[in-house]
C-alpha cells in the first residue's frame, strides 16, 4: 500500500508539471522571400549567378576543345597508325571525362 501511494503521488506530480510546461513556440521562415527581399540574400545571388557565369564559360571553352580535337581526330583518321590511333583516342576520352567532370 505504501509503494502504491507513493507510485500514486510520483505520477500526480509528473502529471501537473507536463500541464503547466509552456508550449513552445515555432517560427516559421520563407526563404525565397528572405532571399528575394534582404540585402544579404541579393548579394548572395548576385555572387551564385556570377560564379555560374564562370562555370558555364569554362565548359564552353572545354567543349570546344572537345568538338575540335574529335573533327581532327575523325579527318586525320586514315593517315594514322594504329599506335597513333590509340593514343589520338585516349587524349579524346579524357578530355571527354574531364567536360563531364566539371560539367556535374
Not at 557565369?53 to 565548359?59: C, I, P, S
Request: aromatic share 4%.
Amino acid at each position: 500500500m505504501n509503494r502504491f501511494a507513493i507510485a500514486l503521488i510520483a505520477i500526480a506530480i509528473c502529471a501537473t508539471q507536463a500541464i503547466a510546461a509552456p508550449t513552445p513556440k515555432v517560427a516559421v521562415v520563407d526563404l525565397q522571400r528572405a532571399v528575394t527581399e534582404c540585402r544579404d540574400g541579393i548579394d548572395a545571388r548576385a555572387d551564385l549567378l556570377k560564379k555560374t557565369e564562370q562555370y558555364n564559360t569554362v565548359l564552353k571553352v572545354l567543349l570546344a576543345d572537345f568538338e575540335k580535337m574529335r573533327a581532327e581526330a575523325e579527318k586525320d583518321l586514315a593517315k594514322l597508325t594504329a599506335d597513333e590511333r590509340t593514343e589520338r583516342e585516349k587524349q579524346l576520352q579524357k578530355k571527354n571525362r574531364e567536360f563531364q567532370n566539371r560539367q556535374r
